[in-house]
């Protein structure tokens, strides 16, 4: 396709596109290596993710899989936390209903047995 | 595998390896695609730190879709040339167009030195009145006749039509001929007249 100028006074397009197909803007070296560490980071982050899953389920599955017993067990008592928490053991309803009334069972049901700094810990 | 067996596979198929956690296909997708898409930034905001960052962006977008890329569906440059564009349209929309930094030292060697400079002059030239072009005659220009795609090709990645883009290219360079037209002498064009 030609891009002479009907104009013949004017300039000829083609000249500067070459010359700028020429000079294509290049990517410093440091930044090709910035881009090669993210796609390197991108395969470690979907790794992590494969191999414990996104949901709090899956970390604590992951942390059973990766960390063997010590983690298994803590993974074992924070679903009985989580557990009582939902459905709390009849033993358990009597004292608190003393000590915070007849809507102790509904609090209970409401607090989060898994707390920030387990959350983190599995997540190391 | 090495970078130069890496070399012979497909964009699709060197992406489906980096999709299985294959890190050569990672450093060679980095080699073969990142120059293009900085290159391309770099001529639509004529800002070489901008490109910088739309590109890092762009192609972490391509990171993370890699396991969804389905095979055949679209070009992986077509996919990137559109992304680049978006990201750079919405950058030109929040300032005004930036200037390209100085071109590096020329290298020794053929062409003659000065043939190298008017080359660069030329280059630097129309850099700068495709700045003054608007978003989208710019990006069609950039496309067409700097990239080299084709009209089909560049329909696909603008969401036009083939029409609108010979429509596109055709304004864009009549805007360029009347922005250079002033600068032929400065620009190493003689007059015949003179």
Request: one cysteine or more; glycine letters at 8%; a negative charge.
């Amino acid at each position: 396709m030609s891009t002479k100028t009907p104009d013949h006074n004017g300039p000829d397009l083609e000249e500067f596109f070459a010359a700028a197909r020429a000079n294509a803007p290049e990517p410093p070296a440091d930044f090709l290596t910035r881009i090669a560490a993210d796609a390197g980071a991108e395969i470690d982050r979907r790794e992590a993710m494969s191999s414990g899953g996104g949901t709090v389920l899956g970390r604590l599955l992951g942390a059973f899989r990766r960390h063997g017993v010590e983690a298994g067990g803590l993974a074992a008592a924070t679903l009985a936390g989580l557990w009582i928490g939902i459905a709390p053991p009849s033993g358990v309803e009597a004292p608190l209903a003393a000590l915070w009334g007849d809507e102790a069972e509904t609090s209970a049901a409401l607090v989060d047995p898994v707390s920030a700094y387990d959350l983190a810990f599995l997540g190391d | 595998m090495p970078l130069d067996v890496m070399s012979e596979l497909g964009d699709d198929e060197l992406l489906a390896r980096y999709a299985a956690g294959d890190r050569a296909a990672a450093r060679a997708l980095t080699l073969r695609l990142t120059p293009g898409v900085y290159a391309h930034a770099a001529r639509l905001l004529g800002d070489r730190t901008e490109a910088e960052d739309v590109a890092q962006e762009v192609l972490l977008k391509l990171w993370r879709i890699a396991p969804e890329w389905r095979e055949g569906e679209a070009k992986v440059t077509t996919w990137l040339f559109r992304v680049t564009a978006n990201l750079c349209i919405d950058r030109m929309r929040r300032r005004k167009a930036g200037r390209l930094e100085e071109a590096p030292e020329p290298e020794d060697g053929a062409p003659s030195v000065t043939a190298r400079m008017v080359e660069r002059d030329r280059s630097a030239a129309l850099d700068e009145a495709l700045a003054a072009l608007p978003d989208r005659q710019r990006q069609a220009v950039v496309l067409r006749h700097l990239e080299g795609l084709g009209n089909p090709e560049i329909a696909r990645i603008m969401d036009i039509s083939p029409r609108a883009v010979e429509s596109l290219t055709a304004r864009g360079k009549r805007a360029l001929e009347a922005i250079l037209s002033g600068r032929r002498e400065e620009l190493g064009y003689v007059d015949e007249d003179t």
